[in-house]
C-alpha cells in the first residue's frame, strides 16, 4: 500500500492505519477530514484544501460526481475509488493543469479559485504545510 515510500491521501487521514501501522484506529489521531472512518465531507472538512478534499475538486472537475455531491459520509472504499479514477485522469495530461484542454484547465481555475478563497476565510495558509 505505501508503494516507493509514496503515501496516498487515505493513508494521511487515517484511514488506512490498521493495516499499515498495525494499530487500532482509536490509537491514532485521525485526520479532522475523517470521522469514524469516513470523510465529513467537502462542505464539513477543516478547510476543504485538504488531500481529501481536493480529490473531491478534482472528482467534480473531471465529472466523476457532480458538484452536488460532496462525498460525506463516503467509506475509505469509495473515497479510494474516486482517488483512482482521478488519478488515472490526471495521468494523461502529466498532472499538470496546464496540460489539461481549454476547457477543463478554466474549469480548473474557476473550481480551485473558489475552493482557495472559501478555505482562506476557514483559516487555511497555503504558506504552511500539510501537517501546519
Request: contains cysteine; charged residues 20%; negative net charge.
Given at each position: 500500500m505505501n508503494t516507493c515510500g509514496l503515501m496516498t491521501a487515505l493513508e494521511r487521514a487515517g484511514l488506512v492505519q490498521e493495516i499499515v501501522h498495525n494499530t487500532p484506529p482509536t490509537a491514532l489521531h485521525l485526520d479532522e477530514s475523517m470521522s469514524d472512518n469516513k470523510y465529513v465531507g467537502f462542505k464539513n472538512d477543516k478547510h476543504g484544501m485538504t488531500q481529501l478534499g481536493r480529490i473531491v475538486?478534482?472528482?467534480?472537475?473531471?465529472?466523476?460526481?457532480?458538484?452536488?455531491?460532496?462525498?460525506?459520509?463516503?467509506?475509505?472504499?469509495?473515497?479510494?475509488?474516486?482517488?483512482d479514477k482521478v488519478q488515472d485522469e490526471w495521468d494523461k495530461y502529466g498532472n499538470l493543469p496546464s496540460r489539461l484542454p481549454d476547457d477543463l484547465r478554466q474549469r480548473h481555475v474557476e473550481l480551485y479559485e473558489k475552493a482557495m478563497a472559501l478555505a482562506k476565510n476557514k483559516g487555511w495558509n497555503p504558506e504552511l504545510g500539510e501537517d501546519d
Open positions: 475538486l478534482d472528482g467534480w472537475l473531471f465529472g466523476f460526481i457532480p458538484e452536488t455531491e460532496d462525498c460525506t459520509g463516503w467509506e475509505m472504499g469509495r473515497m479510494q475509488m474516486l482517488m
